[in-house]
């Protein structure tokens, strides 16, 4: 079975900076997509990027990268020029590449992200 | 847009009383799941459903039960609340197909006393 975790139960960072949030993630497929979803405070889960496993390069969506270490099954997402709003609850996925099981997303613990003004 | 609603955002209920959660998505999703969220456990998987009136267990279906009798509709059941169902719960729901993300609603945060 598939396992996520996230070490870092909470994580600051001062408004306009860059701040990493870090995942690992155990499997022996090798067709996968990871994924880092949003959950606001009080608000809907959002998807914030998505990574194939078979895409050397790594994805980005504007202020949002993330670092995809394959052999290390390592996941980070980085926020660059950090806003206020990016404060929230970030949860690192993972889901089988096949479609199978609904293509069922397993998640790690959450990091709780704080952004300083 | 995709719209996942969930019946109530806040339910207090008793122990013992049988527990309703509905979910309705309204894209067409052949998909739909519910989760459970507890602090430094992340979201657990209950059930998931991929076509009506199917359902497979997840990680944690002990005490909980589904039905899925329309296509936009997926309820999670507690047959005899207990104070350990207090949770935040969560459903999502998917378009069948490789690559497409699930979508989530808001969340009803269940108390159990």
């Known amino acids: 079975a598939q396992t996520v975790t996230q070490s870092q139960p909470e994580m600051s960072v001062q408004e306009a900076e860059t701040v990493t949030l870090s995942c690992t993630y155990d499997?022996?497929?090798?067709?996968?997509?990871l994924f880092w979803y949003k959950q606001p405070p009080s608000r809907q889960m959002i998807l914030v990027i998505r990574q194939e496993a078979y895409k050397q390069q790594n994805a980005t969506e504007n202020r949002f990268s993330v670092n995809f270490q394959k052999a290390a099954k390592s996941f980070s997402l980085k926020i660059s020029d950090s806003q206020l709003g990016d404060a929230a609850m970030y949860f690192c996925?993972?889901?089988?590449?096949?479609?199978?099981?609904?293509?069922?997303?397993?998640f790690g613990e959450g990091t709780q992200l704080t952004v300083n003004p | 847009d995709v719209k996942v609603t969930q019946s109530s955002r806040y339910l207090v209920k008793r122990t013992g009383e049988k527990v309703f959660l509905e979910c309705v998505q309204d894209?067409?999703?052949?998909?739909m799941f519910w989760y459970r969220q507890d602090p430094g456990l992340g979201l657990r998987l209950i059930y998931f459903s991929y076509d009506v009136k199917m359902k497979e267990k997840g990680d944690i279906p002990e005490g909980y039960s589904v039905s899925r009798e329309k296509k936009e509709r997926f309820s999670l059941i507690l047959e005899s609340a207990s104070t350990n169902q207090t949770s935040m719960y969560l459903c999502?729901?998917?378009?069948?197909?490789?690559?497409?993300?699930?979508?989530f609603g808001p969340g009803t945060r269940l108390t159990v006393t």
């Open positions: 499997t022996s497929e090798s067709d996968y997509y």
């Open positions: 999502a729901s998917r378009s069948g197909g490789v690559g497409y993300e699930q979508y």
């Open positions: 894209m067409d999703h052949e998909n």
């Open positions: 996925a993972y889901r089988s590449g096949g479609e199978t099981s609904g293509s069922r997303l397993t």
